[in-house]
């Protein structure tokens, strides 16, 4: 049968268990909203509340995906470029300067996809504090990549560490990083009743909501033993320090080292100018990408997709060995640039 819009019963209870569990937030079944992965829990958000013209501040690098959603919604993003030397990360000087009239979300991610950056507790409160003079601005805090977190970090969401803006605050997470559990495809948001009400009307004439199915997968992972999260940070976090040490070896290449999610986003500048065997300049990050496939079949993604230039993301989510062979076959192929 078709199971309600929203979510099931027992997912939504297993949800409110987890966030009470995990992140000290408590929320009523009216406020949370199971969808078809966290992707449509954004998309339904900024369809539900953007009209043409709003704006939604979105940080570089940032997941492609964002500033797509918020087009699609007739919006526009306002991207705000957090460099290397700020730790990828957005500071309250650059916010408050960044919030306009038509300013209608802050978009966070952390730790994020693709440079891994993650708010300390009183990082983020500070954004907070200046998000909580801003009356008409809500917080949209992507948080799919709780779980993996490194160097024993505190995990920080913007509802918990400050609670006068949780009434403008939209918390998003799912199944898919922290189980693994990708193509499931259950994402879910928790906010105040009135938005989630908003999201589930336009869920209820896209997908109708997520496979029962699903659902009943993610009461399991959600309800289970948890000690495999745990496990498999701590694989990922070696799996990191391989990377990033492997990366730095690469002569041009320069990899900082994330602070979560299972990716890193090297600076490529070092090689631009330089010569392939064939005689080709490298120019930029999109040229190192085409480069690197053509002589060592490593696939990457060239960082002018996150808003990145100069830059490459490469995710670690794969087994140790084939990540040590993907290593060397970068470090060949730099080697070989003139
Ligand atoms: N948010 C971020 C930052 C992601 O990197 C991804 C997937 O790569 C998602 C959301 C999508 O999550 P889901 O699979 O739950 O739609």
Known sequence: KYPPTGGTAALKQAIGEKFSRENGLDFAADEILVSTGAKQVLFNAFMATLDPGDEVIVTAPYWTSYTDIVKVCDAQPKV??????????????RLRAAIGPRTRWLLLNSPSNPAGAAYSPEALRALMDVVAETPNLWVMSDDIYEHILYDGAAFATPAKVAPQIA????????????????????????????????????QGQSTSGASSISQAAAVAALSGPQDLVTERCAVFQQRRDIVVEALNNCPGLVCRKPQGAFYVLPSCAGLFGRKTPDGQA???????????????????????AFGAPGHFRLSYAYATEELEDACRRIQGACQALA
């Open 80 to 93: 705000l470029e957090c460099g290397e030397e700020d730790g990828f990360l957005l500071t309250p000087e």
């Open 167 to 202: 009434e403008r605050c939209l918390t998003v997470n799912g199944v898919s990083k922290a189980y693994s559990m990708t193509g499931w495809r259950i994402g879910y948001g928790a906010g105040p009743a009135p938005l989630i009400k908003a999201m589930q009307v336009v």
């Open 282 to 304: 490298i120019q930029d990050d999109m040229g190192f990408a085409r480069f690197l496939l053509a002589a060592s079949g490593v696939a990457i993604v060239p960082g002018a």
